[in-house]
């Protein structure tokens, strides 16, 4: 039972021999075992006692010892192959007969030691040997007793050497697993004991023995895993109660036997040379509880018997963990002497634990008595050795505990807990008198422990999360950052260890992150909602789907429940009041949730609550009843019951309060452990003489102290009218004379020391527990923890990285602050970001003010600067989506290195091309620039060299730069550092990749930039405060082309950047420049890719025509040549008026610009050629700038007529829309549309006839005949009769008019040849009255108008230009006019008629002739025609003419108009 399994068994130890794998052959083993006959004989010979005739009574020839090797040496050649079938204790007997024998000398023994270590090495016992097992343990047996006469010390400790080398060769061989239980302690018993006698001994055999106990106890334990596991349950059973009797019974007990016959000792002149220390007996009768009963020794004994497993393992334990009791006798406390004892005892059992618990690892958790010893009597001397001033003992202890969290944590929380808490961050905290030297080991515990993978979350799942627990994670996140500052001194090695441990937890922290985390899910809890906290259970701890939440839920709940204990203790009534506002407390108070408050909240001050329990109003009681039945007293010891209640609360001073207090502790305990005690008053009674034995033992004001007698005599009788066990009584005596009742409890502050009491409250609490949560690599709470652990970490390590000087150190730094980056990237803690950015931003030592060869030097010498600046990069480039406020830091930098002229010279170029093809000589300059070849362009700088030409200027006046002196060597180097350093920071990709950042980022980015920028419009610009604006706005417009598919999230704020920059200027500069060629570029972009924001973007073009008139006198040739390449790519894109107008106006206002009037009437031709881009949305602009233009004299006549030529050729738009809307859209739209056409048309006749006044004669004739062309172009347009009749008076007419005036006003010389423009102007009236004849006729304004070309042309008949009358026009006039008759007649308009008087349409038109040709009504209208008019006419009975026209005055006259 609890037995190793053979085979698991046999291969486990195989590998400890494969240096001699092989078995000798039968033959070979025989001559073997001869030349061992043959050596051991050799050596008994040479003593004198064996060398001579041997004579006895019984006349036997020779001893027996003698006797017996020979009688082997004659068989062993017999047995041939035999050998299985041979009883190894035939071949084995007459060796351990020599060893056993106590006539031998130390040389003999050692031989025959040699002999049996030989046999066993070499496998010639195996598990197929026949009572195999029976000759291990004659082996054993015969070993352990071994004596011999010392004849020198020598030889003595050789002897003692090879005892223990044939020990751990049984241990060792393949049929150890025979062993019994019983006999792997007598190995283990005689080698301990060995190691005591060799104290005394030499150096080597000191070391051998150590060395061979360590080996013994790691074989031992190497087992634990092969033990058959199904019947532990037995084990405990049996081996707990009986096992520790049957091992004293049968001398299995270390160190309690004594050194008689049968044990290893040393015999010199008939007395033992060994001595063996004392204080081993007293321990192992302190400590070793013997159960009495025949049945328990008997059961005891027979599991002793068995093939050993268990039972020896926990016999071997529990005796390793009583070598560490020695410390309760010898007054190690949390403040001893380091010398008060020696450590070297505690040392090497500790020592032993480690090796056991390493080989045993996690199978100890597989057997309870195993286990036990773990959780109560070794943790409590872990405990213990813990504050030992020795550091060798505190790192094995440590060193015990990490292995103890690895393998069996979910096994120990408590205990972990209370050693972390108790041990090592009270000694790490250096507030308890501990040296540096221990508090160097406890924090590299602390980080070893940091450096596992799942530590941390494991430390915030099960502790920081559990309302019954300490927030470890946070004690130890702020022990590490504290301990990482070094507060007025240099920097150790205990700050740079802690600083380690944060790094460590960051760094295992963004291990387990992925690239981005959801961020996590609040507390499932309803805060309007009453929850009973402390019986929220997770439905299954091992499934992260289940105990994420939960112990997120209960996070929530243990930091309301810190706030209302705050509350609380404060003033108890409102804290309920709160607590219940909260919803931690039922709206309507219940004693149960009350205790249950009191119970299991932490950070409570005690004293109220032990105020409110004492308490005699009813609902206090009630509560008090409530609270004791929330503990468990089962199995325990009244004293140990009343150390835990009076634990949680102190015990009020006025004794009516003790009594109920008392009362209600005696009631529970004897409900729940009634086996002595009789009632609750026996119980009641005791617990009171307990607190009085208490109060005086350890108040030293009390003199004369209680003995035991008395302590017994005061308790007679209470029982139920009998007396108590002495035996129970004096138990409680000692145990509260040992240790005191605290009778104030510990309040919760700082890191308390480990007592007997609270210890009892550990053990109490690890029974009720909630089950250790055991974490993998996922990072399930990392979002939580790094929010505690993140604003004391980069404190830290800021001041580390400022203070320390090591590359090492620095770089270790380095990998944190990244780590930190990553981890607040993927948990969304963007202002975490923007505080590690700042923070390394002032390392770069960029924001310190450096003339730039200082700089260059500076930063090409200082390694934290470099480290710093690449970092701060590091994570704009690669987390920069979460920076918010930290641009503003980073854009310092970035400043700071242009002002220095670190920077390349086109870093602000954007994924695209640049904004316009650069020269071959500026592409050609060098890739760092100088604030001296910055500036260039003065106030007075001229309009050709200071626009983006200009920059040409810039390049050659280095040829006019001071010469300056050849840098060192050592500058040139740190020069090409910086360089170096700089390149690799990849300072464009921030820009040039910004489409990629997250939309708040980018904000937050482009408002850092602005802001930068702003900053240097106050107050007087100097040239580098000018220079650093032009870079933040080039850096501006390259994000915001990068960024055109979200442009609106940011332009609006460039755009007021933009209008501030260029309506605050009043006088040309690079910065101006920068904004108003910026702008253009961003629409030349844009426009392509966001129809949607096409309007919006030429609307921004509108601060252009807001310029000063002198800075847009400086720029308008290179504006408008920008505005040309804008209209080419993107004309097609531009479709709305108000796009349109923004650009014809910037077209428009170069039409008289010297040099800007070419490009833009480029553009406009490029619009309206063709009619390729002419629109209904652009038209009558495009007439318009058209006109300006062809008014202009800047350029060539030939332009001007080219423009006309534009005007003129729009027309046939017109046409094509008139068409295209007659065909594809209803009456309606097609009727307001041509209204709209007619409107266009007239807009482009009132152009025509404004640039027919022209004083250039070209330009004037011209306009005429396109004004002719223009109006005859039209008539595939139905156009509205009324406009017609606007045409006319608005434009015809008026063109005559002025045209007249022009002639009759002004000199020849200004208007040259006028009397030829008249002509053609005369003809256009002609013609455009006959095109519109037909339509206009019926009309009634009809006679109106024809009575106005009668006026004119008498008008220009009465003509006279110089005192003379024009051929041209005399002759011409007439022509037209009877041409005109002509035409009317034929079309049945102008009819004779007889009616009398001067107002009918016949006589107003005749009465006009007459005054312009006369003759002309016989030409046209001959004699004999008129009668026969007339007849035809009065014949058919028809009106007095069918014209309809209405009465017009004879006198009206065009000079009236």
């Known amino acids: 039972?609890?037995?190793?399994?053979?085979?698991?068994?046999?291969?486990?130890?195989?590998?400890?021999?494969?240096?001699?794998?092989?078995?000798p052959s039968r033959g070979a083993l025989a001559c073997m075992i001869n030349s061992e006959i043959g050596a051991v004989l050799a050596v008994m010979r040479r003593n004198v006692r064996w060398g001579v005739r041997y004579v006895t009574d019984d006349d036997q020839l020779e001893h027996t010892l003698i006797h017996s090797l020979k009688e082997l040496r004659k068989q062993i050649f017999l047995w041939q192959n035999q050998w299985h079938t041979i009883d190894p204790a035939v071949y084995l007997q007459p060796f351990l007969d020599v060893i056993q024998s106590d006539e031998t000398g130390a040389p003999i023994t050692g031989v025959a030691l040699s002999s049996v270590y030989k046999i066993l090495t070499l496998d010639v016992l195996d598990l197929d040997t026949v009572n195999v097992g029976d000759a291990m343990h004659l082996i054993v047996d015969a070993v352990t007793s071994c004596r011999f006469e010392v004849t020198d010390p020598a030889s003595e400790e050789v002897v003692l050497m090879k005892i223990l080398q044939v020990l751990l060769a049984c241990m060792k061989s393949k049929a150890a697993v025979k062993l019994s239980n019983q006999h792997v302690c007598n190995i283990v018993n005689t080698c301990f004991r060995v190691v005591h006698q060799a104290s005394s001994k030499g150096e080597l055999l000191q070391r051998i023995a150590r060395h061979t106990m360590h080996e013994l106890v790691r074989c031992i334990f190497s087992h634990l895993h092969d033990v058959d596991s199904p019947e532990q349950s037995l084990v405990d059973r049996s081996w707990s109660g009986a096992g520790e009797k049957v091992g004293l019974e049968k001398d299995l007990t270390f160190g309690n036997k004594p050194l008689e016959n049968g044990n290893v000792s040393v015999e010199n002149d008939g007395q033992s040379s060994t001595e063996y220390m004392s204080n081993a007996n007293e321990m192992d009768a302190n400590k070793v509880e013997i159960s009495s009963g025949m049945e328990a020794a008997q059961n005891g004994e027979k599991i002793m018997m068995e093939p050993f497993g268990v039972p020896c393992m926990v016999e071997i334990f529990h005796f390793l963990c009583s070598l560490l009791n020695v410390i309760e006798n010898m007054g190690v406390g949390p403040r001893p002497n380091p010398i008060a004892y020696d450590e070297d005892v505690p040392l090497f059992a500790l020592g032993l634990i480690n090796s056991a618990i390493e080989?045993?690892?996690?199978?100890?958790?597989?057997?309870?008595?195993?286990?036990?010893?773990?959780?109560?009597?070794?943790?409590?001397?872990?405990?213990?050795?813990?504050?030992?001033?020795?550091?060798?003992?505190?790192?094995?202890?440590?060193?015990?505990?990490?292995?103890?969290?690895?393998?069996?944590?979910?096994?120990?929380?408590?205990?972990?807990?209370?050693?972390?808490?108790?041990?090592?961050?009270?000694?790490?905290?250096?507030?308890?008198?501990?040296?540096?030297?221990?508090?160097?080991?406890?924090?590299?515990?602390?980080?070893?422990?940091?450096?596992?993978?799942?530590?941390?979350?494991?430390?915030?799942?099960?502790?920081?999360?559990?309302?019954?627990?300490?927030?470890?994670?946070?004690?130890?996140?702020?022990l590490l950052s504290k301990s990482a500052f070094p507060v007025n001194g240099p920097l150790s090695a205990m700050h740079v260890l802690a600083l380690d441990g944060l790094i460590s937890m960051i760094q295992g922290m963004a291990e387990r992150m992925s690239n981005e985390l959801p961020a996590p899910e609040g507390a499932s809890i309803d805060p309007e909602e009453y929850n009973a906290f402390w019986s929220l259970k997770c439905e299954d701890y091992g499934d992260p789907y289940y105990w994420v939440p939960f112990v997120r839920k209960m996070k929530y709940i243990k930091r309301r429940l810190m706030v209302g204990a705050d509350h609380f203790n404060r003033d108890s009534k409102k804290g309920l009041e709160y607590l219940q506002g909260m919803h931690l407390l039922p709206d309507k108070l219940d004693p149960q949730s009350v205790a249950f408050f009191f119970r299991y909240t932490t950070g409570l001050d005690k004293n109220l609550i032990g105020d409110f329990l004492g308490n005699h109003d009813e609902f206090c009681v009630q509560v008090l009843q409530e609270f004791a039945g929330t503990f468990n007293f089962q199995g325990m010891t009244l004293d140990t019951a009343l150390r835990l209640f009076l634990g949680t609360f102190r015990l009020p001073g006025e004794s009516q309060k003790i009594q109920r207090v008392l009362e209600a502790f005696s009631e529970r305990y004897y409900e729940q452990s009634p086996d002595i005690l009789t009632n609750k008053d026996a119980a009641l009674l005791l617990s009171y003489s307990i607190i009085l034995l208490n109060t005086d033992q350890h108040n030293v004001q009390v003199k004369k102290k209680m003995s035991e007698d008395d302590f017994i005599r005061n308790n007679r009788q209470i029982n139920g009218g009998k007396d108590l066990p002495r035996e129970y009584l004096s138990e409680l005596y000692l145990s509260i004379c040992e240790n005191e009742i605290l009778m104030i409890p510990d309040q919760g502050v700082g890191f308390p020391a480990m007592t007997s009491s609270r210890w009892i409250n550990v053990m109490h609490k690890s029974k009720e527990t909630t089950p250790f949560i055991m974490c993998d690599s996922t990072a399930f709470l990392d979002h939580d923890m790094f929010a505690i652990l993140s604003g004391p970490t980069i404190a830290a390590m800021s001041v580390v990285f400022e203070q320390v000087e090591q590359e090492d150190i620095l770089q270790r730094c380095i990998d944190g602050f990244l780590a930190i980056a990553k981890i607040s990237t993927c948990c969304h803690f963007g202002g975490v970001l923007d505080d590690l950015v700042l923070c390394l931003c002032r390392f770069t030592a960029l924001l310190n003010p450096l003339s730039v060869e200082e700089a260059v030097l500076a930063f090409g010498d200082d390694t934290k600067a470099r480290m710093a600046m690449t970092t701060v990069f590091t994570i704009a480039n690669r987390y920069g989506d979460y920076i918010h406020c930290g641009w503003k830091n980073i854009l310092d930098c970035v400043l700071s290195l242009h002002k220095l002229g670190l920077l390349p010279a086109r870093l602000a170029r954007d994924a695209a091309d640049d904004m316009e093809p650069s020269s071959d000589v500026e592409q050609g300059k060098p890739a760092t620039g100088s604030l001296s070849t910055s500036h260039v362009t003065p106030l007075a700088t001229s309009r050709k060299s200071s626009g983006l030409i200009g920059r040409f200027s810039q390049l050659l006046s280095f040829?006019?730069?001071?010469?300056?002196?050849?840098?060192?060597?050592?500058?040139?180097?740190?020069?090409?550092?910086?360089?170096?350093?700089?390149?690799?920071?990849?300072?464009?990709?921030?820009?040039?990749?910004?489409?990629?950042?997250?939309?708040?980022?980018?904000?937050?980015?482009?408002?850092?930039?602005?802001?930068?920028?702003?900053?240097?419009?106050?107050?007087?610009?100097?040239?580098?405060?000018?220079?650093?604006?032009?870079?933040?706005?080039?850096?501006?417009?390259?994000i915001t082309l990068n960024n055109r598919d979200r442009i609106m999230l940011i332009w609006q704020g460039v755009y007021e950047h933009i209008a501030s920059i260029v309506q605050s200027t009043v006088m040309p500069c690079k910065l101006v420049e920068k904004a108003v060629f910026g702008l253009l570029r961003i629409c030349q972009r844009l426009l392509p890719y966001k129809e949607n924001l096409t309007d919006e973007l030429l609307k921004s073009l509108h601060l252009i025509l807001k310029l000063d008139a002198r800075v847009a006198d400086a720029y308008c040739e290179h504006i408008t040549q920008e505005v040309m390449r804008l209209v080419k790519a993107n004309a097609t894109h531009i479709r709305s008026h108000a796009g349109w107008r923004t650009i014809i106006s910037l077209l428009s206002i170069t039409a008289r610009h010297p040099?800007?009037?070419?490009?833009?009437?480029?553009?406009?031709?490029?619009?309206?050629?063709?009619?390729?881009?002419?629109?209904?949305?652009?038209?009558?602009?495009?007439?318009?700038?058209?006109?300006?233009?062809?008014?202009?004299?800047?350029?060539?006549?030939?332009?001007?007529?080219?423009?006309?030529?534009?005007?003129?050729?729009?027309?046939?738009?017109?046409?094509?829309?008139?068409?295209?809307?007659?065909?594809?859209?209803?009456?309606?739209?097609?009727?307001?549309?041509?209204?709209?056409?007619?409107?266009?048309?007239?807009?482009?006749?009132?152009?025509?006839?404004?640039?027919?006044?022209?004083?250039?004669?070209?330009?004037?004739?011209?306009?005429?005949?396109?004004?002719?062309?223009?109006?005859?172009?039209?008539?595939?347009?139905?156009?509205?009769?009324?406009?017609?009749?606007?045409?006319?008076?608005?434009?015809?007419?008026?063109?005559?008019?002025?045209l007249l005036e022009i002639a009759q006003a002004n000199s020849p010389k200004d208007y040259r040849n006028i009397d030829g423009t008249l002509v053609l102007a005369m003809k256009l009236m002609s013609k455009a009255f006959l095109q519109s004849l037909q339509d206009l006729s019926q009309q009634p304004s009809f006679c109106k108008l024809w009575l106005g070309v009668l006026n004119h042309m008498e008008g220009y008949m009465k003509l006279r230009l110089r005192g003379k009358r024009s051929e041209n026009i005399h002759e011409l006039v007439p022509e037209l006019l009877k041409n005109n008759l002509l035409v009317m007649k034929t079309a049945g308009i102008l009819l004779p008629t007889d009616d009398i008087g001067g107002d009918s349409f016949w006589q107003l038109t005749w009465l006009h002739v007459k005054k312009i040709a006369p003759s002309l009504l016989s030409e046209v209208f001959p004699d004999h025609e008129v009668e026969q008019l007339k007849a035809k006419h009065i014949k058919a009975g028809e009106g007095p003419a069918p014209d309809g026209s209405e009465v017009v005055q004879s006198g009206e006259s065009t000079e009236s108009r």
Not at 1250 to 1269: F, G, T
Request: proline share 2%.
């Open 1 to 23: 039972m609890g037995h190793v399994n053979m085979e698991s068994g046999s291969s486990a130890i195989c590998k400890d021999f494969k240096s001699c794998p092989v078995k």
């Open 1155 to 1298: 040099e800007a009037s070419e490009a833009g009437f480029e553009a406009l031709a490029f619009i309206m050629s063709d009619g390729v881009h002419l629109l209904p949305s652009n038209y009558i602009l495009c007439v318009d700038a058209a006109r300006q233009f062809a008014e202009s004299r800047v350029g060539e006549v030939d332009r001007s007529v080219s423009a006309l030529d534009l005007m003129g050729g729009s027309v046939v738009c017109l046409v094509r829309w008139s068409t295209e809307t007659k065909n594809t859209v209803g009456e309606e739209a097609a009727l307001k549309l041509s209204q709209d056409i007619g409107e266009m048309w007239l807009r482009l006749v009132q152009g025509l006839k404004k640039v027919s006044l022209d004083q250039r004669e070209e330009v004037r004739n011209h306009a005429v005949l396109v004004l002719q062309r223009s109006l005859a172009a039209v008539d595939g347009i139905h156009l509205p009769n009324a406009l017609w009749f606007q045409c006319f008076d608005m434009a015809i007419f008026t063109l005559l008019d002025d």
């Open 359 to 478: 080989l045993g690892g996690s199978s100890f958790s597989k057997h309870p008595t195993l286990l036990a010893l773990i959780q109560d009597e070794l943790f409590r001397n872990l405990m213990q050795f813990g504050l030992s001033m020795s550091p060798l003992i505190l790192s094995t202890v440590c060193s015990i505990v990490l292995n103890l969290y690895h393998h069996l944590r979910t096994e120990l929380k408590a205990q972990l807990e209370a050693f972390f808490s108790c041990v090592l961050l009270r000694i790490a905290q250096s507030k308890h008198g501990s040296s540096y030297q221990q508090q160097e080991v406890a924090m590299e515990a602390l980080v070893d422990l940091c450096r596992q993978q799942t530590f941390m979350t494991e430390m915030y799942a099960n502790f920081d999360c559990d309302i019954t627990s300490g927030n470890l994670f946070e004690d130890l996140v702020n």
């Open 959 to 1038: 040829d006019i730069e001071e010469p300056t002196l050849q840098p060192s060597e050592e500058e040139i180097a740190a020069k090409q550092r910086t360089h170096e350093i700089i390149q690799n920071c990849h300072i464009d990709s921030i820009f040039t990749e910004s489409k990629f950042l997250q939309a708040e980022s980018l904000m937050e980015l482009v408002k850092a930039l602005i802001l930068a920028a702003g900053r240097l419009h106050k107050g007087s610009i100097s040239m580098e405060d000018e220079d650093t604006g032009v870079f933040c706005l080039e850096l501006l417009i390259a």
